[in-house]
Nanobody, 125 residues
Framework: QVRLVESGGNSVESGGSLRLSCEVS????????LGWLRQVQGKGREGVAD???????SYADSVKGRFTISQDKAKNALYLEMNSLKPEDTAMYYC???????????????????WGQGTQVTVSS
């Protein structure tokens, strides 16, 4: 069963930091590749960061050098460390899962099938 529950969103000033967390079930870790998406009200969801089963990461150009995605399978958790936040980072952030058979490499251009309820990040100037 897929389980994705985000937390950690808040309101911060420009230049501040936040750490988002996502509870991920064992089943989800085994059968899905993970990442973070975000959505500004009135716009579509956009990819923020992806992580492979072996820990390889990739980022959207807009967050490279500022955001870090990580996972801790022992704690059933996915994280997004966000530093040097900008007002344009304001969005609802979603933990997301792309179904990928066990033993397969996570696709580069993965399509996310599931996401959680989201956690709001608001950055003021």
């Amino acid at each position: 069963q897929v389980r994705l529950v985000e937390s950690g969103g808040n309101s911060v000033e420009s230049g501040g930091s936040l750490r988002l967390s996502c509870e991920v079930s064992d089943y989800t870790f085994r059968h899905y590749c993970l990442g973070w998406l975000r959505q500004v009200q009135g716009k579509g969801r956009e990819g923020v960061a992806d992580i492979d089963r072996d820990g390889y990461t990739s980022y959207a150009d807009s967050v490279k050098g500022r955001f870090t995605i990580s996972q801790d399978k022992a704690k059933n958790a996915l994280y997004l460390e966000m530093n040097s936040l900008k007002p344009e980072d304001t969005a609802m952030y979603y933990c997301a899962a792309a179904r990928t058979p066990v033993g397969f490499v996570c696709p580069v251009d993965r399509v996310y099938d599931y996401w959680g309820q989201g956690t709001q990040v608001t950055v003021s100037s």
